[in-house]
């Protein structure tokens, strides 16, 4: 829940972001909860968003900006150098990257796109042509696959090793392949849970 003084925090915020002093705005930024966070965020200008932006690290920027509308994210993003806005987006799984380029001006998406890693790039260019209402625009290329001979340990084991690439994904399923990636079948993830290893 936001604090009460959330006004006065809002304020601080703001006479930091404009002093520019990294170090007090960082130690700032530290010390608020995530809903005072999004909420004095979103009260800023957006030359102000941009400061806090370029403070935070991408991923904590990315996490940041994936609680705003996409449009109202997408306006923060664009303040930033393509470099800086490309290296938020990485950070961000594909449909939070496709959603966000797709709000940028196009002149800017394609200074962004520019400055992602290629695969990444390639990838967002791709889904962003979708319309949000349309099943593309809602997808995500981010998926958990085991090959359908590992045991049930292997593949828990597997997954607490890549636990950090999925912890923002909603991940119900993994697809099972053959030994040539040929889809074999879908298994619940809590099935495979629930079940003894090996």
């Known amino acids: 829940m936001p604090s009460a003084d959330l006004f006065g925090d809002l304020q601080t915020l703001q006479e930091i972001a404009h002093t520019g002093n990294v ?13 005072d966070l999004l909420s ?14 370029a403070v935070l690290a991408p991923r904590h920027a ?3 900006l994936e609680q705003l509308p996409d449009a109202q994210a997408a306006d923060a993003l664009s303040e930033l150098d393509p470099e800086d806005a490309a290296a938020v987006l990485d950070s961000l799984d594909s449909r939070g990257r496709a959603d966000l380029i797709a709000n940028l001006a196009s002149h800017q998406a394609r ?6 890693r290629e695969p990444l790039a390639k990838e967002a ?7 949000p209402n ?21 593949v ?23 030994e040539f990636g040929d889809l074999v079948g879908v298994l619940r993830l809590r099935d495979l849970i629930m079940r003894r290893p090996d």
């Open 23 to 35: 170090d007090q705005l960082e130690a700032h930024l530290s010390a608020l909860n995530p809903a």
């Open 156 to 178: 828990l084991a597997s997954l607490r090793e890549s636990f950090e690439q999925f912890t923002d994904l909603d991940v119900q399923y993994i697809y099972c392949t053959s």
């Open 62 to 64: 990315g996490q940041l």
């Open 40 to 53: 004095e965020f979103a009260g800023l200008d957006a030359d102000d968003q941009a400061r806090v932006l």
């Open 125 to 131: 260019r791709s889904l962003a042509k979708y319309r």
């Open 134 to 154: 349309e099943a593309g625009g809602m997808m995500a290329t981010e998926f958990l696959a085991c090959i359908d001979t590992a045991t049930i340990g292997e």
């Open 111 to 116: 200074a962004v796109l520019r400055q992602m």
